[in-house]
């Protein structure tokens, strides 16, 4: 009998956990997935938070006798989360390696050193480690990680105050922080939103009026040319955007984009079984609502825990499709 070729292949995905597990609380505080952090418990590996996860679908399951709604949010998947993302990564890399090249200590940067940041303000105000952890299927919760510190930029001579250096994490969504003191939050899409020039509006910005002068005189037999002029040259030479607040900025658009949103209503003698949509998940971040309610033996009605899974999608990056923030 001919020997078998049991070679692995250099084209082989990694072996990966791809159905997460989590259980939501009822709260009317939002919580929060991080993917990345998620995929390190349960695979016993490293991931970067910079990552846009691929994610096929999620699946609610719910008690009997329960209602409420479900909201499944993400960062947009837009040029400015992208570009936002970038930026703020850069100069968060930029700072740390001239103050270790300064001090000629390359070699102690942490092995892990990583860019991770909040998805909002309402996400940089949740518990420690702020993102649910994982369960596996008979409800036994992972153990946290070890260390999973969102990343901190230093702002010397904050506010204009020589020698007052302060410390910020980041987010992406809406505004800085409004909690006073130290360790608050600081935007980067405001922040990139202020790094940057505007376009020209309108556009074309003409010195004068094309639609009056020699050359339109000269030729404008039927007295028409004027208002047709008029109309190519002032139509729509504005922006189809709002030129100074950038989509996700304080205001515009602060708010997380939506996946799926779902209201049900369970029976009293079986589990609820729903499904919603997937998508990209910029940063593996997802905001989580859930204002679900059981009620049993007609007494009044008390807030419920859901367990919601999350199906992740084989890929080639370390047994996931997930590719980096700088390609998004």
């Given at each position: 009998m001919a020997k078998r070729n049991y070679r692995k292949s250099s084209k082989k995905i990694q072996n990966a956990v791809y159905t997460a597990r989590f259980t939501i609380p009822s709260s009317s505080s939002p919580t929060y997935l991080d993917l990345s952090a998620a995929a390190?418990?349960?695979?016993?590996?490293?991931?970067?938070?910079?990552?846009?996860?691929?994610?096929?679908?999620?699946?609610?399951?719910?008690?009997?006798?329960?209602?409420?709604?479900?909201?499944?949010?993400?960062?947009?998947?837009?040029?400015?989360?992208?570009?936002?993302?970038?930026k703020g990564m850069r100069a968060w890399m930029r700072q740390q390696n001239e103050a270790l090249e300064q001090a000629s200590s390359q070699s102690v940067k942490g092995k892990f050193n990583d860019f991770k940041i909040f998805a909002d303000e309402a996400h940089f105000g949740t518990p420690v480690p702020h993102f649910l952890l994982p369960k596996d299927g008979d409800d036994n919760t992972f153990k946290p990680p070890q260390e999973w510190l969102h990343s901190v930029v230093a702002v010397p001579n904050d506010d204009g105050n020589v020698g007052s250096t302060v410390k910020y994490r980041l987010h992406m969504m809406g505004d800085d922080t409004a909690i006073v003191g130290s360790n608050n939050s600081r935007s980067l899409i405001k922040a990139y939103q202020e790094s940057r020039s505007v376009p020209q509006s309108p556009d074309p910005s003409s010195p004068g009026n094309a639609s009056i002068g020699l050359y339109v005189d000269m030729f404008n037999d039927g007295m028409a040319d004027t208002e047709i002029i008029a109309n190519a040259e002032f139509r729509n030479d504005e922006l189809p955007y709002d030129q100074d607040e950038y989509p996700g900025s304080k205001n515009n658009g602060a708010g997380m984009e939506l996946v799926d949103t779902m209201s049900y209503n369970t029976g009293v003698t079986s589990l609820g079984k729903f499904h919603l949509n997937g998508g990209s998940f910029p940063c593996g971040l997802v905001k989580l609502s859930n204002d679900s309610e059981q009620t049993v033996d007609g007494g009044l009605p008390q807030p419920v825990s859901v367990d919601l899974l999350v199906h992740l999608v084989p890929g080639s990056h370390r047994g996931y499709m997930a590719e980096s923030m700088v390609d998004m």
């Open positions: 390190c418990i349960l695979n016993r590996r490293f991931y970067r938070q910079g990552l846009q996860w691929a994610v096929s679908g999620f699946t609610l399951i719910a008690p009997t006798s329960t209602s409420g709604t479900i909201e499944i949010k993400k960062l947009p998947t837009n040029w400015v989360v992208s570009n936002a993302w970038e």
